[in-house]
T-cell receptor
Framework: NAGVTQTPKFQVLKTGQSMTLQCAQD?????MSWYRQDPGMGLRLIHY???????DQGEVPNGYNVSRSTTEDFPLRLLSAAPSQTSVYFC??????????????FGPGTRLTVT | GNSVTQMEGPVTLSEEAFLTINCTYT??????LFWYVQYPGEGLQLLLK?????DKGSNKGFEATYRKETTSFHLEKGSVQVSDSAVYFC??????????????FGTGTRLQVTL
C-alpha cells in the first residue's frame, strides 16, 4: 500500500492564481481531511469528507474548495491564492465507524508559497 | 470548544536524558487522546493513544497516561535518543459518533536530542 499520497511536494504561486492540491489514499478509508500547518498554530482543519459525495467545512475553510467524487481522491482547490495561504498542507485519512479513536494516516505534505 | 495546550519548545536534551512534554486539554466528556510525531520533512504519524481515563498508551519507549482529574496527557520517555528528534503533537478527538469526529491539535513541541 502506498498509504496517503500528495502532489506536488512544493509549489510557488503568485497572488490570484488558482491551483489544486492532489490527495489520494489506497486504504479504502471513508474519512479524508485537509489540514494546514503554520508555525506556532499546530494543525488546523480546512475541510473534511466522510465519504464520496459528502464534504463539510472545518475550522478554516475560507478560500478553499473540496470535492469527493471517489473514495480514493480528495483534491483541495485554491480559487484565488493569497499570501495568507502560504503554509504546509497535509491530507489525512482514517476509518469511520463507532469509535473516535481511529488513527489518522497523513500524507507527506505540500509546501505552498504564495508571493 | 475543544482545545489542547502543549508546553512550548524547543526542548533540547542530551542523549539518554529523561523526557517529559506536558499536554493539557479542555473538552466536554471523555475524548480520545493522541500523541503524533512529525520527523523532519515528513507527515505526522501516530505515536500512541488512550481512549479512556487511566489508560496508558505506549510505543517505542514513549508513554502517556490519560488523567481525567487533571485533564492531562503528558508524554514521557526514560532515555531519549538522537533519532527521537522531531516535533510532537498532542491531540484529542471530539465526541461525535466517530464517523465525523475531528482531531484538535496542540501547537507542537520540537524536541532536539544531542550527543
Amino acid at each position: 500500500n502506498a498509504g496517503v499520497t500528495q502532489t506536488p511536494k512544493f509549489q510557488v504561486l503568485k497572488t490570484g492564481q488558482s491551483m489544486t492540491l492532489q490527495c489520494a489514499q489506497d486504504m479504502n478509508h471513508e474519512y479524508m481531511s485537509w489540514y494546514r500547518q503554520d508555525p506556532g498554530m499546530g494543525l488546523r482543519l480546512i475541510h473534511y469528507s466522510v465519504g464520496a459525495g459528502i464534504t463539510d467545512q472545518g475550522e478554516v475553510p475560507n478560500g478553499y474548495n473540496v470535492s469527493r467524487s471517489t473514495t480514493e481522491d480528495f483534491p483541495l482547490r485554491l480559487l484565488s491564492a493569497a499570501p495568507s495561504q502560504t503554509s504546509v498542507y497535509f491530507c489525512a485519512s482514517r476509518l469511520t465507524g463507532g469509535a473516535s479513536s481511529y488513527e489518522q494516516y497523513f500524507g507527506p505534505g505540500t509546501r505552498l508559497t504564495v508571493t | 470548544g475543544n482545545s489542547v495546550t502543549q508546553m512550548e519548545g524547543p526542548v533540547t536534551l542530551s542523549e539518554e536524558a529523561f523526557l517529559t512534554i506536558n499536554c493539557t486539554y479542555t473538552a466536554t466528556g471523555y475524548p480520545s487522546l493522541f500523541w503524533y510525531v512529525q520527523y523532519p520533512g515528513e507527515g505526522l504519524q501516530l505515536l500512541l493513544k488512550a481512549t479512556k481515563a487511566d489508560d496508558k498508551g505506549s510505543n517505542k519507549g514513549f508513554e502517556a497516561t490519560y488523567r481525567k482529574e487533571t485533564t492531562s496527557f503528558h508524554l514521557e520517555k526514560g532515555s531519549v535518543q538522537v533519532s527521537d528528534s522531531a516535533v510532537y503533537f498532542c491531540a484529542l478527538s471530539d465526541l461525535d459518533t466517530g464517523t465525523a469526529s475531528k482531531l484538535t491539535f496542540g501547537t507542537g513541541t520540537r524536541l532536539q536530542v544531542t550527543l
